[in-house]
């Protein structure tokens, strides 16, 4: 498949605070595109917006908030006179049994994994329909196997897999390219809060290889920036992860039976576990929704 260069290229990052949205930005501008940074942490963000190799600008925004990604959309535009890539990045997660968990965390990962990206997607669509620019949706393993303890995390990510789709298919005669990015576990703030919950960490570790690893951020990030030149319809932040998808038909009666093993094993254990978002991120989800609108930056 044909590259498209970077260089000159206008890219919108959500959840680009940390993790894979801050490297990705990061690898982004050193290849020449002119950033935009969407998130939370405006403070992070201008201190990443500075260090950046070109031009870029931040804004805050939620991005389940249609009407703050709208004006952000019109704002990015009027800034850089044009979008050509969004990548749709933001996330969190939570775990933990289904039955005791907190129904407000739960529901808070489908609106920002699902909602959001959706949300993101209405905002910048007309300017990526303009500029026939291209869509990357950032799922994750979970949407192609489900796991027990990550119910929110496996629906959100399944949905909005089904949901980037489903644009491709809608966009593709406009000049709009859609893709799918796929990560297993990667060494970032989500996966290392969910670390900190001891039965968490070990059912991952039980895991069949290759998907009880932890896996370092760069070269995935490196993936995803390749499959953005490409204007890939897939991208795999790890190379097995493209052999999934020939299996993945049968993998629910694998895990509905495996897993009935797991739990049984861990169930004395999980009475326990903290039922919040994970990780720093989840942190600024939760604190952003306690500040008033009006105190909002």
């Known amino acids: 498949m044909s590259r498209v260069s970077l260089e000159g290229q206008v ?12 490297l990705l930005a990061r690898k982004l501008s050193a290849r020449g ?36 990604m709208a004006r952000v959309a019109a704002e990015v535009k009027e800034h850089f006179g044009r979008v050509d890539i969004v990548v749709a990045n933001a996330g969190v997660a939570t775990g933990g049994p289904f039955v005791d968990s907190d129904p407000e965390a739960w529901r808070r990962v489908i609106e920002v994994n699902l909602i959001g990206s959706a949300v993101t997607g209405r905002a910048f669509l007309p300017a990526l329909t ?9 799922a994750s393993l979970a949407a192609i196997t489900p796991a027990p303890m990550m119910s929110a995390y496996c629906a959100s990510k399944s949905g909005v897999e089904a949901y980037a789709h489903s644009l491709r298919a809608e966009v593709g005669h406009q000049g709009v390219r859609v893709g799918v990015a796929y990560l297993s576990w990667t060494d970032t703030d989500m996966v290392r809060g969910a670390d900190q919950d001891d039965v968490m960490r070990e059912l991952r570790q039980r895991l069949p290889w290759p998907s009880n690893k932890t896996y370092p951020l760069g070269p995935a990030v490196d993936r995803i920036v390749d499959g953005v030149e490409r204007r890939a319809a897939h991208v ?14 049968y993998l629910p009666a694998v895990i509905g039976t495996v897993g009935q093993r797991e739990m049984r094993r861990f169930a004395d254990r999980v009475s326990g576990m903290r039922i ?22």
Do not use: C, F
């Open 236 to 249: 795999y932040g790890q190379w097995w992860l493209r052999g999934m998808q020939g299996v993945r038909g």
């Open 276 to 297: 919040g978002l994970v990780g720093a991120g989840g942190a600024a989800d939760e604190q952003e929704r306690k500040v008033p609108v009006t105190h909002r930056r």
């Open 11 to 22: 890219a919108v990052v959500t959840g680009a605070a940390r993790g894979v949205g801050e």
């Open 33 to 68: 595109a002119k950033v935009a940074l969407v998130g939370l942490e405006p403070d992070a963000l201008k201190q990443l917006s500075e260090r950046l190799h070109g031009e870029s600008a931040h804004w805050h925004a939620d991005v389940t908030d249609h009407e703050a």
């Open 130 to 138: 303009e500029s026939r620019g291209y869509l990357l949706q950032i």
